[in-house]
């Protein structure tokens, strides 16, 4: 059961390094995995994924989770195939559950600027949710401009471009089994 989890990769002509390991991130997830089940107790969560980045922090997180649970999906377009936000967020698919009176959490991999999840909050507050926090894997903490909430971060970052596990550098790296960082 060998993950692809190289020391160092090429992607799209940059090197990357090890950041954070495998056995890090997951430890994180099962603490995480743990503090939600208890606060979620009796309150069946939604977690809904922001697409494409999240879907493997969401997959791994949730097998930590041990309350009855749901999951869904909704995509935003920011980024483009740039290093830097573009400043822009676009809705690229909606939620298919009705969040009226559930308790939700936002599953982003990372915050950045902010500009997405203070979007995201905005946006699923006006389906009447009972209760909304975010849950993120990496919190860029320097770059993030906009105001957010977060309840669960699993590791704060420096403001460096990072890739691996969900996240890509120009749509690759996604498959990566733990996060990396750009060499300079
Ligand atoms: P924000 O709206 O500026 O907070 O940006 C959030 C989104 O930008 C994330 O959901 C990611 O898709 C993308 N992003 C931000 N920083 C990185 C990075 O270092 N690597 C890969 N994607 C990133
Ligand atoms: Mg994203």
Redo the contacts with the bound molecule.
Sequence with gaps: MDQYLPEKVNINGEQFRIYLTQEEIQQRLNTLGKQISLEYKDKKPIFIG?L???FVFLSDLMRYVTIPCEVDFLK?S??GDE?V?SGD?TDLKNIDANIKGRHVILV????????????LFKKLKQFEPASLSAATL?H?TE??H?E?DLKYVGFKIDN????GYG???AQEGRNLGQIYILEE
């Design positions: 922001v494409n980045g999240a935003l920011s980024y290093k936000s967020v982003e991999d990372i915050v950045d600027t902010g500009l997405s999840m203070n979007y990496l860029k770059a993030t906009h957010v460096l471009f990072v890739l996240l890509d550098y």
